[in-house]
């Protein structure tokens, strides 16, 4: 049982499954920064539910860049950290162009919950997230 702890958490590794597992962790903590700032915003500060996508988005960025590189791909090939930088906010850019179209399609479109809307989007572009950032920061296919 330790040693597996050791694996899933400690040990650095290029085992697929692995940093999905650590991908999935890392995800879920700055899925709760979001998830939290957007529920604020939308509730309290009655922001527009898409502009609080975005700053909530632009927040958990950040968590999820120093908890992605330095845990779960952990052995970049790029050894320029403002140009790894970059690449992550440029796949996140991404993310979160896809994340804005699901929420706006979903709530506004088909009447689901923002709430509800925001999770079946994050579980969604979670794909995206994983393959873009493994091929680009470990050289990995998938």
Known sequence: MKDLAKKLFVDKTDHVFLQFFRFIFVGGTAFLIDFFIYFALVEFVNVNYLIAATIAFFISVLANYYLSTSWVFNQSQIENRAVEFNIFLAISIVGWIFTEILLYIFTDLWSINYLWSKII????????????????FYGKKL
């Open 121 to 136: 989007a994050s579980i969604l572009v979670l794909f995206w997230n994983f393959s873009a950032r493994r091929v680009m």
